[in-house]
Each structure stands twice: as C-alpha cells, then as structure tokens.
C-alpha cells in the first residue's frame, strides 16, 4: 500500500513542478505528496559546468550535461510543436548547455534541421554530435555503415545543421557486415577534409571500439547507462577510461522512468513512441522497479533535489569524462537537469546511497530483441 501512495504522489508533481521551476529565477519549490523540496539555481557557471571527451588533439569540452534532441521530434508520444522546440534550443545556451545531440535518424531526416535552424545563431558556440549508420536513415530498415553511406549521411547532415562542419560524428550502431577498420578510416578521411572534427561510437563493445580507435582516435563513446542499465560499468566504462575516450550515457534517466512521472498507468502513443514495446516499461516492471524511485527520492528530499537530479548527479559522480545527455521538451525540465551538475556529493552519500541501489534487482529489459541485437556489438 506504501508503495502505491508513493507512485501515486509522484504522479501529481508534474505540473507544480513546472509552474514552480519557470516561476522562481532563484529557486524552485516542488512539492511530492507531503514533503517539499527546494532547488537551488546556480548563480553563476563554474568550472564544474564543463567536462572534456578524449585526450590531446582529439579532446572536447563540453558542457557537463548535453541536450539529447531526439524527443523533440520523435518516439516520445507526441511530436512538440516546431516553433516551441526552436525556442527551447535557443534558450539552453543561456542555461549553460553546449553540447547538443541529434541524429539522421532522429524523424527520421528531421530532427537535425530541427536543431540546426535553432542553433544557426549560436554555431559557434556550441558542440553538434550526430550520427550516421541505418539505410536511408531508417532504423526498421536495418544498418548501413559502407563508405559511401557515410559520405552520403555527413553531406545531408551538413545541409540539415547548416553547417560546414559537423564536431562530433558517431556511428549510430555497429555494423556487422562492414569491417570497424573501414568505418574509422572513412571517418579519418572526412575529418582530413575538413568536414567532421571528431569520431565516435555508438552501443559498441569492447573488440570494436579497439579496432576503431587503432584507426582513429576515438572522442567519445555513446551508450546507454543510467541507474537502470549498469552493464557499461562492466566494460566498456573501464575500456573507455583506459584509451582516454569520453562517455556519454543517453537515456541517462531511462527514458523519464528515473523521474517518477512514469508509473504503470501511463500509456504511450504507438504511432510514435517505443517505449510501450519495451519489456522495461510495462506495468509490472514500473511496479518492480518503484523501490529504486524510493530510494532516489527519499535521498533527494533532504538535500532539495528531485529524483531525477539525484540519478543525474549519480552519474556525473561516477566518472569525469562522464557527460550525460537527457532529453526533455519543457523548459522546466531543462532547468531541473542542468542543476544537477552543481550538486557535489560527500565521499560517505556516494557510498552509501550506491550500496542502497545494488540493493535493487531491475526487473525488464531495456530493449525487444531486435534493437538489443544492434547494442554493445
């Protein structure tokens, strides 16, 4: 019954939330069930704002939380309406946030020009990751990562951005039936021209990330990690620590699971949300995974923090090449997100707050079996 009413609470806190965060330029009060919570705006940036991705001349600064884009219009229930999305990106700079992620097959085809038209006034301050590697970016379409595919993707990534140069090009997903060697040596060739800047990686395990960094440098490795998907610790974080390469955790609060909003009661659009196909958010799942919530939230509510601070300031904790990229399509949220970065935990709250999540077995997998089959390749 106690873990019913505390979904239940949660469920109410949405719209306070925000009303309460765009009211207050100094703090934001939030209310869950009968507690409150106070959420401390940093005044200015500090050296804690931003983090680098790689080593030497492959390095990158970054802001250390990035905006994931592909929510804005694609796979989230609703699609946001254009204008409003434009000027959310044009306000995240403001925010502190310079390091913004898209994707060809985030639309598909149409949520690069999304970010490129908003962030053409800023180009030079910020940092655009985007990603080639679905035919004609399209992942029901299966992986494509030949050469000439690559070419094609970064030549209508540049027109989409309106840019000359892309900063930060990932492989979406490893492809099976094109040697890694290839992959990199038509990435170094592209960035030798002038048109991409960095090399990245998407869901790839240990063997290619390898194979792909003896070629070229490797800037960053993107993956997904956050409280309810640990299996990166096991490897890929060590490895990536190991060749000086950047991590970047999309779904960093599982998809808004890690936030409380979500409960077993939520439906989804399925014209254009994937997450009522995921094994992780059918009811029974939410139901069994709620403690991990509890955990969060109980934490969050002596220090002014939401649970989706908490679960962020975890992983920025974790790591300092750690930059992750949560999504959002409200201002409110954006806010929430970035704060996060200046919560600084004491040796004993890391501990002992990790030591109570491993107490909690997460229950669903994060995928169907055919998107698992393209992960940690």
Not at 211 to 236: C, F, G, I, N
Not at 253 to 270: A, D, K, M, V
Not at 338 to 347: D, G, K, S
Request: proline share 6%.
């Amino acid at each position: 019954m106690g873990q019913e009413n505390s979904r239940r609470n949660f469920i109410k806190v949405g719209s306070t939330l925000s009303a309460a965060i765009i009211g207050a330029p100094a703090i934001a009060k939030t209310v869950f069930g009968n507690s409150t919570s106070i959420i401390a705006e940093p005044k200015q940036k500090n050296s804690s704002s931003f983090r680098t991705l790689g080593i030497g001349k492959h390095a990158l600064q970054v802001s250390a939380l990035g905006l994931g884009c592909m929510g804005m219009s694609y796979h989230r229930s609703f699609i946001p309406d254009k204008n409003t999305m434009i000027a959310l990106l044009r306000k995240a700079p403001e925010l502190g946030f310079t390091f913004f992620d898209t994707a060809e097959a985030y639309g598909p085809l149409v949520n690069e020009a999304l970010v490129g038209e908003a962030l053409a006034p800023f180009r030079k301050d910020v940092i655009i990751a985007t990603k080639f590697g679905f035919k004609e970016g399209k992942p029901s379409l299966g992986l494509d990562s030949r050469p000439e595919r690559i070419r094609q993707v970064v030549d209508h990534s540049l027109k989409s951005l309106r840019t000359d140069y892309i900063d930060l090009l990932y492989q979406h997903r490893v492809d099976p039936n094109v040697p890694m060697e290839d992959v990199a040596g038509t990435v170094r060739d592209i960035i030798q021209e002038g048109k991409v800047k960095h090399f990245g990686l998407s869901e790839a395990g240990v063997e290619n990330i390898r194979k792909a960094h003896a070629v070229q440098p490797v800037t960053a490795l993107q993956s997904e990690y956050s409280l309810m998907t640990r299996e990166p610790e096991k490897d890929v974080i060590p490895v990536c620590e190991e060749l000086g390469i950047g991590f970047v955790p999309y779904s960093p609060i599982s998809r808004g699971l890690i936030t409380g909003y979500i409960n077993e009661r939520t439906q989804y659009n399925p014209e254009n949300d994937n997450r009522g196909s995921l094994p992780r958010y059918q009811p029974e799942a939410i139901i069994a995974n709620w403690p991990l919530i509890d955990i969060l939230k109980e934490f969050g509510d002596h220090r002014g923090l939401t649970v989706g601070q908490v679960a962020l300031a975890w992983l920025l904790a974790q790591k300092p090449f750690i930059v992750p990229i949560p999504g959002t399509t409200k201002l409110a949220h954006l806010q929430e997100n970035m704060w996060a970065v200046n919560y600084a935990f004491t040796e004993d709250e890391l501990k002992n707050l990790t030591a109570d999540l491993d107490k909690v077995e997460i229950k669903g997998e994060r995928y169907t079996d055919r998107s698992a089959e393209q992960t940690r390749k």
